[in-house]
């Protein structure tokens, strides 16, 4: 089984320190990432109602724009970070919020894009991003199958040529009774257009801990996105949900050992596995040749494997040669 892309989300983490959001690419590396992504839009067109208050979640109580700006990216630092990102061996993307957002990252030569889960219901976007023909990432947080199927159709149909499908919860953090992870296989069985393109199943996790993460990882999901911060006491809008960085290397390890573990379906010794250690057949009781074997009597089934295998029936068979005691049993003949 080929191990998960795992992706670092920088997300708010950086606490609008440039030289912070360079350290979260340094730590994503020595954690073992494979990719770090950013979050790309401007504040003044993520929200057009600036007087509205959050409800609900770990934000409430504050103003939606304000929440905003203060996670903002902005985008100067974009280009410096990718390219600290590409020299430390990490692939760098972005999940674009609009349009424009879509066309700056161009410019900066991205590989992928990626649609957030609050934007899987924006057809347009999503239009515009697969007309660039890259690989694309759709979160499906909160959506319906029939969101999901429409987000991908209308990917695949305008010139995406593979999909990868994040199963995601969206709350902030999310328990992981609500992962619901049996929902990356049905990507794979409901969502295909057969000969030209092909969806692959991952997870965008907003739990804390390694344990969905692996989970994931022993069910087949090819790429887990996970948000680093380098301390949580650091504060900022996504530290509750985030992983410190020992964490994130640690979860690393894990699902990379659960997806090795998947292996294939397959019966017998393996290339690591001894059947020296088995029982067999042992002589407990000097035998003459010519004698009845008999089980209980003579003959014992012990380890290690160096006789006759125990399924072997000693009914109406004498010992060819004389045996003695302690010895495997491995000279008999009928009777």
């Known amino acids: 089984m080929t191990a998960p892309f795992i992706v670092a989300e920088m997300s708010a983490n950086h606490l609008g320190s440039l030289a912070r959001a360079h350290a979260i690419v340094d730590a994503a590396a020595d954690a073992g ?7 790309t839009w401007s504040p003044d067109t993520m929200c057009i109602d600036t007087n509205f208050v959050l409800q609900h979640g770990p934000w409430a109580g504050r103003r939606l724009v304000d929440l905003y700006r203060e996670a903002f990216t902005p985008w100067e630092w974009h280009a410096e970070l990718f390219d600290h990102a590409r020299q430390r061996g990490l692939v760098p993307f972005s999940a674009a919020f609009d349009c424009a957002a879509v066309d700056f ?4 030569g991205v590989d992928r894009h990626k649609v957030a889960s609050f934007e899987l219901v924006d057809l ?19 959506a319906t199958q029939k969101e999901v199927a429409d987000a991908y159709c209308i990917a695949i149909a305008s010139g995406a040529p593979h999909v990868t499908l994040l199963t995601c919860t969206s709350a902030y953090p999310a328990d992981a009774a609500d992962a619901n992870l049996k929902r990356m296989t049905w990507g794979l069985s409901t969502i295909r257009d057969g000969e030209k393109h092909w969806t692959s199943p991952g997870l965008s996790d907003h739990t804390m801990g390694i344990g969905v993460a692996c989970a994931a990882a022993a069910l087949g999901a090819t790429m887990i996105e996970k948000h680093l911060t380098l301390s949580r006491a650091d504060g900022g809008p996504d530290a509750g949900f985030s992983m410190e960085p020992a964490e994130f290397a640690q979860m690393v390890v894990e699902c990379r050992r659960a997806a090795a573990a998947i292996g294939e379906v397959r019966y017998g010794p393996g290339p690591n596995e001894s059947t020296e250690l088995r029982r ?38 004498v010992a060819l040669l004389d045996q003695k005691a302690g010895t495997p049993l491995n000279a008999w003949s009928n009777a």
């Open 105 to 108: 990252l161009e410019t900066l």
């Open 124 to 142: 347009p976007l999503i239009r515009h991003m697969a007309s660039k023909g890259k690989p694309m990432i759709l979160s499906t947080g909160m």
């Open 33 to 39: 990432a494979d990719a770090v992504k950013l979050q």
């Open 280 to 317: 067999s057949l042992w002589v407990s009781k000097d035998i003459k040749a010519g004698e009845p074997l008999v089980l209980g009597v003579n003959v014992v089934t012990a380890r290690p494997a160096l006789g006759a295998p125990p399924s072997m029936s000693l009914q109406g068979k």
